[in-house]
């Protein structure tokens, strides 16, 4: 841990985002990223697993999603939007561009993917302990979120969701966490957002909360997290007193 000794300190409310910092992220996506590219390969007759891990910014040997890449923090309407672009950018007709995306296209499964990254009931009935709040804000959709939520027993833990199909601007813009500081009635300057993605990081600053926290359970690592972050932990356990 780097920073400040409580970082819970005049916080309300805490914002968390999902993959990365609720879940793992890596064994989640890797695989997923893999097949799609072998479907588009079949669907093409062309080698695109290569341009497709380069794209979504995927080492294809490891596994790791780059922080800055684009499943860092894209929702998936628009992650497909730019596979399709790509394939036309790389001379497929538009109209087979797609009708290849349209027949590899799958999502991965939420549930049996979700493996969380650390006691996560255990965090959350901490903070209610304290009397803060929890919410979430996340790159993905609403139904992969509630689904993943209700399967690790944690949903009714939090009070409200900002997910990326709800129709307001995503991350790194302010907007999910000022919809959920309205409806939760919560100044920005008692809310704590905590995310593994320097996409997380910037949606905090641009909504002037009280405190940004950045985790090493994701996408991002101590060097790309810290300039961002008013404090780096190692998950989201570090919030609480040991």
Known sequence: ?????????????????????????????????????????????????DQLFSLMGVDRESGVVYPHGLLAATPMSRLRELV????????????????AVAA????????????PTTDLAAVLDGLAARGIRAAVATSDDREPTERTLAALGIAARFEILACADDGHLVKPAPDPVLRIAERLDVPVDRILVVGDAPADMRMGRAAHVRRVVGVLTGV??????????DLVLDSIAGLLPA
Do not use: N, Y
């Open 1 to 49: 841990m780097t920073g400040a000794t409580d970082p819970l300190e005049g916080i309300d409310l805490v914002v968390f985002d999902k993959d990365g910092t609720l879940i793992e992220f890596h064994p989640m996506w890797r695989g997923w990223v893999g097949e799609l590219a072998e479907r588009l390969s079949a669907a093409t007759g062309r080698p695109l697993v």
């Open 84 to 99: 399709v672009r790509a394939l036309v950018d790389g001379d497929v007709p538009p109209e087979a561009a797609e009708q």
């Open 104 to 115: 590899a296209w799958h999502a991965p499964d939420p549930v049996a993917t979700a493996t």
């Open 220 to 229: 991002g690592d101590e060097a790309t997290l810290a300039p961002l972050a």
